[in-house]
């Protein structure tokens, strides 16, 4: 992708990629918001978005053992993809997969020279899971 050629390769600890040009001088500049909310939760959204702040549901503070569904249109192969990276950022927050279920499209299954075209859901369920 010629965006990857031309921005820096470094992400913060949530996933966030920095947005200067590769092997630029002085600190990082990351992808996102730097507004906060009252408890100090950053807005999830690029610099300088149009609207309100959005916080990111996995920074929130949760109790041990509560559950959060995330789903990925697609085709397999790319919708587990994202579920992957995905993964690797929750984790950082102590979100852990308990339950990973690919269900593909009725239409896709009876149409099987178009199936390219129709798609599935994967649907994977975390739990919040702090480390003790």
């Given at each position: 992708?010629?965006?990857?050629?031309?921005?820096?390769?470094?992400?913060?600890?949530?996933?966030y990629r920095c947005v200067l040009v590769p092997?630029?001088?002085?600190?990082?500049?990351?992808?996102?918001?730097?507004?906060?909310?009252?408890?100090?939760?950053?807005?999830?959204?690029?610099?300088?978005?149009?609207?309100?702040?959005?916080?990111?549901?996995?920074?929130?503070?949760?109790?041990?053992?509560?559950?959060?569904?995330?789903?990925?249109?697609?085709?397999?192969?790319?919708?587990?993809?994202?579920?992957?990276?995905?993964?690797?950022?929750?984790?950082?927050?102590?979100?852990?997969?308990?339950?990973?279920?690919?269900?593909?499209?009725?239409?896709?299954?009876?149409?099987?020279?178009?199936?390219?075209?129709f798609a599935g859901k994967l649907v994977v369920?975390?739990?919040?899971?702090?480390?003790?």
């Amino acid at each position: 992708m010629l965006v990857d050629m031309v921005r820096c390769h470094e992400a913060d600890p949530e996933g966030y990629r920095c947005v200067l040009v590769p092997q630029h001088e002085g600190p990082h500049k990351w992808g996102r918001c730097l507004a906060t909310d009252a408890e100090g939760y950053r807005c999830i959204l690029p610099p300088s978005h149009p609207g309100g702040h959005e916080l990111a549901w996995f920074a929130r503070p949760t109790d041990i053992g509560d559950t959060h569904t995330m789903r990925y249109a697609g085709r397999y192969e790319r919708a587990s993809d994202q579920a992957r990276k995905d993964m690797d950022m929750l984790a950082t927050h102590q979100w852990f997969p308990v339950s990973r279920d690919y269900v593909p499209s009725a239409l896709g299954a009876r149409l099987r020279p178009l199936a390219f075209l129709f798609a599935g859901k994967l649907v994977v369920v975390y739990e919040y899971r702090p480390r003790t």
